[in-house]
């Protein structure tokens, strides 16, 4: 496996356990242990983002606001995206 798809599959994974708090604290806005989870695993998102977008192109259109893809040409359509085989 390569460090790029390590990088997507960790992205995937926090990605969707940040999905499924949201679903989980639109019916459990109190919850403080689901909010204490999402508050804990939003900033390493965010994080990973970053990286994968510094080392391999923006992977969401968020990416392409990080002042690193800023500074840069528009990267977007540089490397093939991960449903086009960009992930092996």
């Known amino acids: 496996m390569t460090n ?10 926090i990605s969707f356990a940040l999905n499924d708090l949201t679903l989980y604290l639109d019916t459990h806005p109190d919850c403080s242990e689901g909010l204490n989870e999402f ?3 939003a900033p390493r998102r965010a994080a990973l983002l ?3 977008s510094e080392r391999f192109g923006p992977l969401t259109t968020d ?5 690193s893809m800023i500074k840069e040409p528009f990267r977007w ?9 960009g992930s092996f």
């Open 4 to 13: 790029r798809t390590s990088l997507l599959r960790e992205i995937d994974e």
């Open 50 to 52: 970053k990286e994968f």
């Open 77 to 85: 359509c540089e490397e093939p995206a991960p449903w086009e085989g």
């Open 63 to 67: 990416c392409l606001a990080l002042p």
């Open 39 to 41: 508050a804990a695993l």
